[in-house]
């Protein structure tokens, strides 16, 4: 499948990368200089014409494209950057659009510090936090293209991330026994469920537009991630047990 | 009532300042580009900085009009209608606004048949044309405004198309017809009525097999009956 990847130099690109890149023909892209074997373009994820053209060819686009902080960039990127990938696919004929993004952008703060058992089924509940809702923003614009058009889409859903076998978070070192955001997941099984995305025919998806929450096996009940593991075919390999157990002496 | 109306040199937004201007204390903005020299208009470009935050300072209410405001290419309506929005609701918050209230359109529920009985508790279904996107974009703003920050925020869906005139103009402009007077008094009285958490109301004018419901509308702010002979007095 030639995939093109949009935001390929952000936190999960590499692990994409690597696991995609030996079975697919990839094209990376990013708005940074990257080094790597693949096909590279640069490519601003907010410039419309830049994304179409870049998709040209393609038979999927994954966007891992992501920006926080600044107010005007996180609309351009976060919320026109689905924009533009929709339209990207609609010029082209693609039809298998990969999204991703923070759990947050569906369960925001008045679901997370309110109940447990969270489905990425519910409806979207971001808040005002510019991340979260921007980038709920961008999911919305994709929801209603696939609605009304030829297109799949399948929202991946993530939140921390970890080395599988330091346990070493990306704010640090390893986290031995201090708990854990139960929406925690290992780099290579976040990569594997991007894949299962990619490569799941689309006969088996219910919908042209699904939601899936990308964590780990954990025992909080904090949220639901059978969803990916039943519709996918996602297995977590890492369940990163050193983090949420402790010592007892 | 001191009221901040933002794309005032749009169709929209001169439709809501006549509807306000008699009854409340008025600020009329726009983005610069809109702005001519001596209309009584602010210019402003609703970023994140001083001049919004001034801007909506000791404002009781501010109206943004959606649909039939400015034209412009997709990115242009989706970063006005959503980054714009965001800002301007971000800047009532902090100055402490009660009340947002955003101007959309019930053709966000054009897909469903005419022989059903559409009122707010019935699913958007927003097409990909630029303009509804945008809006669709712009309610989904301000709702979540409304729900977790405090302030109060009211879509207006506004009936199709809008046309000049008293009441009975509508009557030549189909089954979801708005008379221009209509959404004047619908605005207003929205306005009068405060805010009230997060608030959805189908408005357009009562013709003949009028096409969407109004009994929400009715109750919250007394359009089309109370308005109307509000107006009418």
Redesign the interface.
């Known amino acids: 499948m030639k995939i093109l990847i949009l935001g390929g130099n952000g936190m999960l690109g590499p692990s994409v990368i690597d696991n995609l890149g030996s079975r697919h023909e990839l094209r990376v892209t990013d708005i940074n200089e990257l080094d790597t074997e693949h096909d590279y373009r640069q490519v601003d994820v907010a410039n419309l014409d830049q994304v179409v053209s870049a998709a040209e060819g393609m038979d999927a686009i994954i966007n891992l494209s992501v920006l926080r902080p600044d107010r005007k960039i996180a609309f351009d990127v976060n919320t026109r950057g689905n924009y533009n990938m929709a339209i990207a696919a609609r010029t082209h004929g693609i039809r298998r659009l990969i999204n991703t993004g923070p759990h947050f952008q569906l369960a925001g703060p008045n679901y997370e510090e309110f109940n447990f058992e969270l489905s990425p089924d519910m409806p979207p509940q971001p808040g005002t936090r510019l991340y979260a809702i921007t980038k709920a923003l961008g999911q919305e614009i994709l929801k209603v293209f696939a609605e009304r058009e030829d297109i799949y889409v399948q929202t991946l859903l993530f939140y921390n991330f970890y080395e599988a076998e330091s346990l070493a978070h990306p704010s640090g070192g390893p986290r031995i026994g201090t708990d854990l955001t139960p929406f925690s997941v290992s780099w290579t099984d976040a990569a594997q469920a991007i894949r299962c995305a990619v490569e799941i025919p689309f006969g088996q998806l219910p919908t042209r537009c699904e939601t899936y929450n990308i964590f780990t096996d954990l025992p909080h009940q904090k949220f639901d991630n059978r969803k990916a593991r039943t519709q996918l075919g996602w297995q977590p390999r890492h369940f990163l047990e050193g983090v949420w157990t402790k010592p007892i002496t | 009532m001191k009221v901040l109306v933002t794309s005032a040199n749009s169709r929209l937004g001169k439709i809501a300042a006549a509807g306000l201007t008699s009854a409340h204390d008025v600020t009329l903005t726009d983005l610069p580009q809109f702005v001519e020299a001596n209309d009584g208009v602010v210019a402003n470009d609703l970023?994140?900085d001083d001049a919004t935050d001034g801007l909506v300072s000791g404002m009781d209410a501010i109206v943004f009009p959606g649909i039939e405001a400015h034209a412009g290419d997709?990115?242009w309506l989706?970063?006005h209608h959503?980054?714009r929005s965001?800002?301007v609701?971000?800047a009532c918050v902090d100055a402490g606004v009660p009340h947002a209230i955003y101007l959309s359109t019930l053709l966000v529920l054009d897909d469903y048949e005419e022989r059903l009985t559409v009122t707010e508790r019935w699913r958007p279904?927003?097409?990909?044309d630029d303009e509804m996107?945008a809006v669709?974009?712009g309610e989904?703003?301000f709702r979540?405004?409304a729900?977790?920050?405090p302030i109060s925020t009211t879509i207006l869906r506004l009936g199709f198309p809008i046309v000049d005139g008293d009441r009975d103009s509508a009557n030549a402009g189909g089954t979801a017809a708005l008379a221009t007077d209509d959404a004047g008094l619908a605005i207003n009285a929205t306005v009068e009525a405060e805010g009230s958490g997060y608030r959805v109301l189908h408005i357009q004018s009562p013709v003949p097999n009028a096409r969407y419901l109004l009994g929400d509308a009715e109750a919250a702010i007394g359009f089309p009956v109370a308005a109307g002979e509000g107006a009418a007095r």
């Open positions: 970023n994140h997709a990115s989706l970063d959503t980054r965001y800002n609701l971000r279904l927003p097409s990909t996107l669709h974009l989904y703003v979540e405004y729900r977790e920050e």
